[in-house]
Nanobody
Framework: QVQLVESGGGLVQAGGSLRLSCEVS????????MGWFRRAPGKEREFVAS????????YYADSVKGRFTISRDNAKNVVYLQMNSLKPEDAAVYYC?????????????????WGQGTQVTVSS
C-alpha cells in the first residue's frame, strides 16, 4: 500500500516562508514524477509544481513561479515544496501526488497516488 503523508503546513504571515514535505512509504517513487497541487476554499484543485523522476526537470504554475521550489530526495523517498514570499492567495490545502510516468505534468490524471493534504494559511 502506497502512502503519501504531507507535513509542514501552518499559519504564516504574508511574505513569509514554509517548507512542505511529502514522505512516501510502501514503495520507492524514485522512478516516478512527483507533483504538488492545492485546493483553496470554493475552488477546484489546481496544479502547483512537478518534478521528474531524477529531479533535474521541474515545472511550475505561473502563479508560483519564482517563489516556490520543488525538490526531491530519492534516497529518502521524500519530496519538498519550498514556498517563499507567500501571499494570501496561496492559502489552500496542499496535496502531494505520485505520478504514473517519469516526467512531471500539470494534469491530475497523470498522478495515481495522493496524500491527504496539509493546510497552509497566509495572513495579510
Amino acid at each position: 500500500q502506497v502512502q503519501l503523508v504531507e507535513s509542514g503546513g501552518g499559519l504564516v504571515q504574508a511574505g513569509g516562508s514554509l517548507r512542505l514535505s511529502c514522505e512516501v512509504s510502501g514503495r520507492s517513487v524514485s522512478g516516478n514524477a512527483m507533483g504538488w497541487f492545492r485546493r483553496a476554499p470554493g475552488k477546484e484543485r489546481e496544479f502547483v509544481a512537478s518534478i521528474n523522476w531524477s529531479g533535474d526537470s521541474t515545472y511550475y504554475a505561473d502563479s508560483v513561479k519564482g517563489r516556490f521550489t520543488i525538490s526531491r530526495d530519492n534516497a529518502k523517498n521524500v519530496v519538498y515544496l519550498q514556498m517563499n514570499s507567500l501571499k494570501p492567495e496561496d492559502a489552500a490545502v496542499y496535496y502531494c501526488a505520485a505520478g504514473r510516468y517519469l516526467s512531471g505534468t500539470y494534469n491530475q490524471r497523470d498522478y495515481s497516488y495522493w496524500g491527504q493534504g496539509t493546510q497552509v494559511t497566509v495572513s495579510s
